[in-house]
Structures are given as structure tokens and as C-alpha cells.
């Protein structure tokens, strides 16, 4: 029987990558996250191309209540999940922290950290219960390195990070693997979230260097989820050739 991937923050950058990569691989998916237009157009282009099932999930993970009555209403076959990717996440503004917005703040905790956590609660009794199961932690070179501004977005994704290896401490005794990806400047729509819609400032970000792309993270990820059953990626830093360090790049 094919397997199947839950994959959160799928209507776009890694997250979408991953539906694709996963589809190619013959992975059933179920896409969680909150734009109906998109999940259905992935869902679509995927069904068409790939002799697979998409079960689209319209979701915010910041919401616990819906969050949970949606997944834990999916049908049982639907529960066997093998492989979480725990992709859904955002970044809003860049400022210093005594300039921060506390409602950008609020968003950012909700999203990577107790966002994360709503949904890893439920996959992982899921996994226990089948005695396996793979969890792909989306974290960053933010949660290995502090940057000027980053402040509250680098500690979600140290949170992560600690998640990351508190999870795999907890569900050892169950036989799930856990694996964070961290990755540095991906060129997807991060910046233009981060910077509320200014797509001028968030090209910038990419100017004058090759950045990574959705699909070379995607392609990490795989490469984890495909080890042999006794080998487990415990995490994995993947920089542009052009990034040395969060805030150090060779640019043209
Ligand atoms: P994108 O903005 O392209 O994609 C983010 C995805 O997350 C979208 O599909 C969005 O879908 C979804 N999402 C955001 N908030 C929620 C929510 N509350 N509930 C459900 N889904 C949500 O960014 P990336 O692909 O770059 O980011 C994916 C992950 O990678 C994030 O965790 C990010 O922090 C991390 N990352 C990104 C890097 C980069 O340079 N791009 C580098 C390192 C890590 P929708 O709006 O439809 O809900
Ligand atoms: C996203 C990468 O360096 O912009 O996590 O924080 S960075």
C-alpha cells in the first residue's frame, strides 16, 4: 500500500515543493494550510499528474480547536500517516525588539512554535499507534544563529530546534524518526510574508547571489525520509553556496 506524507504549509515554497517531490515518489498526501485556492490547485495538478490521493485540509494551525476537530475527523486509512513535514511557518517584520509589533510577535510564536506542537500532538498518537513513523521539522540557520532584527523570529526557530530533539528523545521508545531541516535563504514567497506584501524589498533580499530554491529543500528532505530503516538524519544545515552565515553573503 502506498504511503502517506501530512504536509503542513503546502500551498507554497517548501511545503509545495515536498507535495510535489512526495507525489513523484507515489506518497498519498494530506495539505494542510489556510488559502482554499491553492490547496485545490495543487491537489488538482498533483491527481492529474500522479496516480496518487490528495486529502486537502483548509486549516490554520494557530487554531487548535478547528485544527484538531479537522485532522482527527479524517477517515482511520487516512490516520496512517508515515511522514509528517512540519513546514508550515512565517516570519513578519524585521525590526529591533524594542520596535517590535506584539501582534507580529503573537502570529510568529502561534505559527512555528504552537502551531508545530497542535499538530505534531495529534500525528504523533497517530504514529504511535502504527509504531513508526518519520517527523521532518522545518527549522532554519535562525534557530543556529541569532541576526540584527531577528529576534523574535530566530526564537521560534530555536524553539524548534529544542523541539526537535525533545521530540526525538520522547518518541524513541516508539520508533519514529525525527529530523530537523535547516535551511538558509530559500527564495519562496518568505520575504514577501515577512515584509506584509512589499515585493520590492523582498526581491532585494535575493539581489546579487544565487539563493537555495524550494525544490533543493524538498530534495533534503527526501533524501531523509529515504534512509534505510536504522539510520535517522538528525538534522541537516543546507546553505546557498553563497551564504557562509545568517547574515554573511557574497553578493555581486
Ligand atoms: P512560504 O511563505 O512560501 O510558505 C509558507 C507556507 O506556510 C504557505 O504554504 C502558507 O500557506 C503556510 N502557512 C503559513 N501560516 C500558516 C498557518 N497559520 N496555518 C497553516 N499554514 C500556514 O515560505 P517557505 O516555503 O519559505 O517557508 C516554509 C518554512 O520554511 C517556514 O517554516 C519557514 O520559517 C522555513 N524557512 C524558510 C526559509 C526561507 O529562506 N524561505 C529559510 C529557513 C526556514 P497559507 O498562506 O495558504 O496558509
Ligand atoms: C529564514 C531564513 O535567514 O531569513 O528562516 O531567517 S532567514
Redesign the pocket.
Known sequence: MAKIALI?????????ACAHLFAAQGYHLIL????EN??SDISKRLTDKYAIEVKTVL????DQEDLSYKLEGLSSNLKEVSVLIN?????QGLDPIDKGSISDWDTMI???VK?LLYVTKIVSNWMIDQKAGHIIN?????GQEVYPNGNV?CAT?HAVDALNKGMRIDLLPHGIKVTAI????????????RFKGDEGRAKKVYDGFE??V?ND?AEAIWFAVSRPAHVNINDMLIMPTAQAAATIINKS
Not at 503542513?8 to 509545495?16: C, F, L, Y
Not at 494542510?32 to 488559502?35: K, L, Q, S
Open positions: 503542513t504549509g503546502a500551498t507554497s515554497g517548501i511545503g509545495a494542510v494550510a489556510r488559502r491553492l490547496l486549516a490554520d494551525v494557530k513546514n508550515a511557518g512565517l516570519s502561534d505559527t512555528n502551531g522545518i527549522g532554519s540557520i535562525a523570529y526557530k535547516n535551511p538558509g535563504m530559500v527564495e519562496t514567497e518568505f520575504s514577501v510574508v539563493p537555495l524550494a529543500i
